[in-house]
């Protein structure tokens, strides 16, 4: 792991509190915040609220508007291939029924609806965040709590897609998660992660050290930053998937040139958007301040975030206990 922080070259700003005040992302009913139906509202934007969902980012228009330029930007770095599993033929024929879970705005979901109109798109999403007006007739949406339990019966989907998720899910939810995602495609389906690596980059000691406090703070809601590259051990305890993982890598400039210029404006957004100066016990004009040489190190240390897929095939027969034995 490259850690290119030391003691020597610790920042200068200091937290108010030495420990992040984690409590300012978990409000409870007796503070003065708004909780309504399920949602929080705080700073003017609005928040999820509801047991067992611990995503810290809001639900609201500017997020919906930062989650697009974000797609934009991934497809960007991934020159166009926005999906890796080797179902292309099979997609342009017509006839498979594709899941992306956590869609979000649905970026993914409307490029591929248009890109194979004859086969069929459902994006699942705790948010309703795709304009009716945009949906093609192949493209579908269901609004639902994945830790629920995704909505569709075994054996649905031709191709189960989910991808920069690392935020919504637990480190102790990821496994049902996966294996949920499994258990809703077919028998020689494919199923197709996608996630960033939010540390392990060269970067300069203020952005570490934002990195070391958000860092912090979403392990106080059980959520694991740097489990991007390692999410491929949730495939290897299933059973119904062949034993082969696949793998891709690239990587999203955070400065150096418009595309890491506006990674960065959308990357320092999703600070703010989950509060961290009041977590750290600082200012907004603090953390701007901080986010000021941030900017200027990402440029000097070429900071680079990574993005890894791993892809798996689940096994054309697969295995069901047979209690007739
Ligand atoms: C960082 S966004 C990623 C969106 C999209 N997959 C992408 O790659 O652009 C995370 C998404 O997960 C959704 N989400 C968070 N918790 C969820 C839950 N418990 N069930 C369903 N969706 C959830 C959010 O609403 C948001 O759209």
Not at 81 to 109: H, Q, T
């Amino acid at each position: 792991m490259n850690q290119s922080t030391n003691q020597s070259h610790r920042p200068q700003f200091q937290t108010k509190r030495p420990i992040s005040n984690y409590e300012a992302l978990n409000p409870t009913r007796e503070d003065d915040d708004s909780i309504m139906d399920g949602f929080h509202y705080k700073s003017g934007r609005r928040y999820h609220f509801l047991d067992g969902v611990k995503y810290p980012l809001p639900c609201d228009t500017d997020e919906t508007y930062r989650l697009k330029i974000n797609y934009s930007i991934s497809r960007y770095c991934w020159q166009g291939n926005i999906f890796y599993s080797p179902l292309e033929n099979e997609l342009a024929k017509g006839g498979m029924r594709v899941l992306d879970v956590g869609c979000g705005p649905g970026g993914w979901l409307l490029d591929m609806a248009t890109e194979f109109p004859n086969s069929t798109f459902v994006g699942v999403d705790i948010s309703s965040m795709i304009p009716k007006d945009q949906q093609p007739s192949n493209l579908g949406f269901l609004q639902c709590n994945i830790h629920n339990g995704l909505p569709f019966p075994d054996d649905t989907f031709d191709f189960v897609f989910m991808s920069h998720m690392f935020t919504s899910i637990t480190e102790d939810q990821w496994q049902d998660v996966v294996d949920d995602l499994v258990r809703v495609a077919k028998p020689g389906g494919w199923i197709e992660l996608m996630e960033g690596d939010y540390m392990n980059s060269t970067a300069g000691p203020v952005t570490r050290e934002i990195q070391t406090q958000l860092t912090i703070l979403m392990r106080s809601r059980g959520i694991n930053m740097n489990i991007g590259p390692t999410v491929y051990k949730y495939f290897e305890n299933i059973e119904d998937l062949e034993d082969e993982i696949f793998t891709g890598q690239t990587t999203t400039p955070l400065g150096n040139g418009t595309v890491g210029e506006l990674a960065f404006k959308n990357y320092k957004a999703s600070h703010f958007a989950v509060r961290l100066h009041e977590c750290m016990g600082i200012s907004k004009q603090e953390l701007e301040n901080m986010f000021k040489i941030s900017q200027k190190e990402v440029d000097d240390c070429n900071t680079v975030l990574n993005i890894h897929r791993f892809y798996a095939q689940k096994k054309i027969s697969s295995v069901k206990s047979d209690d007739s034995w």
